[in-house]
């Protein structure tokens, strides 16, 4: 008798396994789609500030880039960890004195921050502050991939605001930071409404009594209204930023709030927060947040929902997932990457998507045609630095570790000029090519902090007129046990033939700075310190990702 309810029970335990969630499925469409595992981050880059929305069976993610043009990337993706970028909203986003680098005039650590994206009755729509020009900027496109953007601007600044369209048709912007305010706009987008909706409608301190919290998120949701916040005043030891929640069934009604996630994933203290939420095909749900990662910069990092007594729980257990299990078209799952080579053989000036100018770049001083298959940068003004410095042109780096690699024609270098690739941030590390004011061309690794002299660390006379240059870039990380490794080191090398490498300078500490707001990129540049008019030709720029 025994032996024969113990077969019940295991046939029971198959018929229950049976009945659980497949590993695969299929669309209305009959396409077949797997269950696959990806790891976090998703996309080991700086990719800071994301929202997510999906439209059919496309998910598009927008970011933060700041003073890098052309600006605000839109990423797709068809499963939440397969991304590739497929357009920037702007090419510039304003001709001036800051975004010109006229004289000390800059937007680092400025310009577009945290955009909110929306897709309404066939449009799409995004929405970011400038804080340096005091303006909110609204995009919108019928075609998000390849259409032309119109574009709107409101002399007021939403800071890391979100854009929200009612059940009934009327429009908010929903922003700040402790305080949370509502604003109504035209049905248009086109501005502030005339005496409409504009109000208070929490303070962020009603989860555990810390205020502060900001990077608003607003949902409507089944039976509620949703803002989801970042908080970098938290009440869990060893965590500093958590993701908090708040919900009303009204829009300007009482709202509650609760801690949704609270997390380190094992980083530093560093929580993963910060970003929209999205559901799926299948009917589940994702948060896609980011982690501040040392000086690779905030990488994206996705996380289960789980609807709990109407509260968008994220993670497991209260716990952030390393790993995370999701439908997709593909067979497996493997790492996004905003990197890629360049041979730079365009038969047309148009870079590939995977460069930003730093600040608007000076479109008649550089090209690709003038010398066919090799980038030239030539300068058109005297600046005393990189960070002065206009048409440097960059490329994101990615974690845990990388290599950036270029082959250098400096013949077209006069006395003062220097060109060659830098590890970009506020603290800075180039190694490139200077020529001396008797002619001599030398090898040299520099580092520079902003705003402080370049400081030649180490400079060595070389012959001819190619040189090949490399930056090995070492992010920490965390390892299989737990172990945080702490290397944020950057080494830098020269090579006369590409075969024989030598190491020029000492190891270079790398660190995240609110100067620039941004993860390390590499830099190629070129400028005169002494008479404009020098020019440097790159043949190619690989990255690999080790």
Request: with cysteine; glycine share 10%.
């Amino acid at each position: 008798m025994k032996l024969k309810l113990l077969a019940l029970f295991l046939a029971a335990l198959m018929l229950f396994s049976a009945c659980g969630k497949p590993k695969t499925l299929k669309t209305e469409s009959g396409e077949l789609k797997n269950l696959i595992t990806a790891q976090n981050p998703i996309i080991w880059d700086d990719v800071p500030d994301p929202d997510v929305i999906r439209v059919d069976d496309a998910y598009y993610m927008v970011s933060t880039t700041m003073f890098f043009m052309p600006g605000c990337p839109v990423m797709r993706s068809y499963d939440l960890v397969h991304w590739e970028i497929v357009c920037y909203v702007y090419d510039i986003l304003e001709d001036n004195a800051k975004f010109n680098l006229v004289g000390e005039e800059n937007s680092y650590s400025r310009g577009q921050w945290a955009t909110s994206i929306r897709y309404h009755d066939g449009k799409f729509y995004v929405l970011f502050c400038a804080l340096d020009q005091g303006k909110t900027y609204i995009f919108t496109t019928a075609d998000i991939e390849s259409g032309e953007w119109e574009r709107t601007e409101l002399d007021r600044v939403f800071y890391d605001a979100s854009l929200f369209f009612d059940d009934d048709g009327r429009v908010y912007v929903v922003q700040g930071i402790g305080d949370v305010t509502i604003t109504e706009l035209l049905s248009d987008c086109s501005g502030v409404k005339p005496g409409g909706v504009d109000q208070k409608i929490l303070n962020s301190g009603i989860v555990d009594g810390l205020s502060g919290a900001e990077g608003s998120h607003f949902y409507k949701i089944g039976d509620y209204y949703y803002l989801l916040m970042i908080s970098y005043a938290t009440s869990t030891p060893g965590v500093a930023r958590c993701e908090l929640c708040y919900r009303s069934k009204t829009l300007l009604g009482e709202y509650e709030g609760k801690t949704v996630l609270c997390d380190q994933m094992g980083y530093y203290g560093s929580g993963v927060a910060q970003g929209g939420i999205v559901d799926t095909p299948e009917g589940d749900w994702y948060a896609l947040l980011f982690q501040d990662h040392g000086a690779v910069g905030r990488v994206p990092c996705l996380q289960p929902v789980k609807w709990t007594d109407g509260w968008p729980m994220m993670g497991e257990d209260g716990k952030a997932v390393k790993e995370i299990s999701v439908y997709s078209p593909e067979k497996e799952w493997s790492e996004s990457s905003l990197m890629s080579d360049d041979e730079f053989d365009s038969e047309t000036n148009e870079l590939s998507l995977f460069w930003q100018w730093n600040h608007n770049p000076d479109n008649g001083n550089w090209s690709l045609t003038e010398r066919p298959g090799w980038f030239r940068i030539t300068t058109s003004a005297v600046t005393k630095d990189i960070f002065h410095t206009r048409n440097v042109l960059t490329h994101r780096t990615e974690g845990p570790t990388c290599s950036s690699e270029v082959k250098l024609d400096f013949s077209g270098l006069n006395p003062g000029d220097f060109a060659g690739i830098a590890a970009f941030q506020t603290y800075s590390g180039e190694v490139g090519v200077y020529i001396s004011d008797d002619g001599t061309p030398k090898a040299y690794f520099s580092t520079i902090k902003r705003g402080e002299e370049k400081y030649i660390v180490r400079e060595e006379e070389i012959s001819g007129s190619e040189i090949y240059l490399k930056i090995d870039f070492n992010f920490s990380e965390i390892n299989e046990d737990g172990s945080i490794t702490t290397n944020d080191q950057a080494r830098f090398y020269y090579s006369l033939d590409g075969e024989n490498w030598e190491k020029i300078g000492k190891s270079f500490t790398m660190s995240y700075d609110l100067d620039l707001f941004t993860g390390y990129r590499t830099a190629l540049y070129c400028y005169s310190t002494d008479t404009a008019g020098g020019s440097a030709d790159f043949d190619w720029f690989h990255i690999t990702k080790n």
